[in-house]
């Protein structure tokens, strides 16, 4: 008998975050969240996200032992201003056991269901700042700390209980000794000349600061007609500039500007931290915290996170200067390899931004999705 608990206390959240600790031991592929952050990241009145999402958390219980738990999330701005009617699921893990995964995404189908939406999809976070997918293919390759690992039993769950796949994601590689740099070095020098352009570096994260809003408006602007995109709000924006900015080697962050200094294009990576999340092991104290340290400055393998570009500069080679920026920086600090993040299949335009990288499929994952008949 499988029973789902719904949870709320400070005490039962760490349980959530902790489950796939015990569900993933030993398992090398796996990378860990910090657990305090995550808490803190389901905090309702901490993380402005819940000014517009409504999120209930659940633990499934088998003979009093935790075995899987989900979230189930209905965010506003998708439902009520965008009009999709979305049920969202998403931090969803259960063991090897068909009824488990049933009585969670049951749980979430019927909380869809009450609100009159017509559809769960997940796995799916807050908003498209969080992680996305389940993974369909690459399961004996390091995760990142940016997406969500699983086992391959996950999409076979999935799949006899009715779900299909919706939204597709490809994730890439490359290694820089494979990529031409002096092509784009004479590229960028070309189209900084034809369009007036010049790039902004930095050097500490005080320097960032003042970019950081027009930052996350050129984001909005750049993916709001993708077909998931859900616009980041002005109070996010502030929870991102104090959680994550000062988290990121300033080094790694690099804008162009036009000749009037609005932004034009802005693109973020980040050292990988993934190793030094497993050594960590969730917690930052006593030693967590020196592996992240350490990985800051010392990872020799970069994670792509961000990137976005006015519409009006799309398709005319600027991301030429943002890589012979990285590539300077790269250089300096013997980077020898960028993953490249979940990417929609659907977005030709960034995977055009690859094509001369020699890039290196390794992961797909998707979101899936089931109906909600209505009675």
């Not at 209905?74 to 931090?91: A, C, H, L, T, Y």
């Not at 399961?139 to 076979?156: D, H, I």
């Not at 077909?227 to 500039?241: M, R, W």
Request: aromatic share 16%; glycine share 4%.
């Amino acid at each position: 008998m499988i029973q789902i608990k719904e949870i709320s206390t400070k005490d039962e959240l760490k349980k959530f975050v902790k489950f796939p600790f015990s569900l993933y031991k030993d398992n090398k592929y796996w990378v860990p969240p910090i657990i305090s952050e995550e808490v803190e990241s389901f905090n309702k009145e901490v993380n402005p996200v819940f000014d517009h999402a409504d999120a209930r958390f659940f633990l499934a219980y088998k003979e009093g032992q935790i075995v899987g738990r989900v979230a189930a999330i209905i965010n506003s701005i998708e439902v009520d201003q965008q009009k999709i009617p979305k049920m969202r699921f998403g931090w969803i893990d259960f063991i090897d056991d068909i009824a488990v995964s049933r009585a969670l995404i049951e749980k979430v189908h019927e909380i869809g269901k009450a609100a009159k939406l017509e559809f769960i999809e997940g796995p799916l976070g807050f908003s498209n700042l969080d992680k996305v997918g389940v993974l369909t293919d690459g399961y004996n390759e390091l995760s990142t700390m940016v997406t969500w690992y699983n086992y391959p039993y996950y999409v076979e769950h999935f799949e006899k209980l009715g779900l299909v796949p919706s939204q597709k994601f490809i994730e890439t590689y490359f290694y820089f000794k494979d990529v031409n740099i002096d092509k784009y070095r004479r590229y960028a020098e070309i189209i900084k000349k034809r369009y007036a352009l010049k790039a902004i570096n930095f050097k500490s994260s005080k320097e960032v600061m003042p970019y950081v809003d027009e930052m996350f408006a050129l984001f909005n602007t750049s993916y709001e007609k993708l077909s998931s995109f859900v616009p980041v709000t002005p109070k996010q924006i502030e929870y991102y500039k104090k959680k994550f900015i000062s988290f990121i080697n300033p080094e790694y962050i690099k804008f162009i500007v036009d000749g009037n200094g609005k932004l034009v294009t802005f693109s973020i990576t980040m050292p990988s931290f993934a190793k030094a999340l497993q050594k960590s092991k969730g917690k930052l104290f006593p030693t967590g915290f020196i592996h992240l340290l350490r990985a800051k400055k010392h990872a020799k393998t970069t994670v792509f996170f961000l990137i976005g570009i006015l519409p009006e500069y799309q398709k005319k080679g600027v991301t030429a200067i943002v890589f012979d920026e990285f590539f300077k920086t790269y250089q300096k600090n013997g980077i020898e390899k960028m993953i490249i993040t979940p990417e929609l299949e659907e977005n030709k335009n960034i995977q055009l931004i690859w094509r001369n990288f020699k890039p290196i499929y390794h992961k797909k994952r998707c979101t899936m999705r089931r109906d909600i008949p209505q009675d």
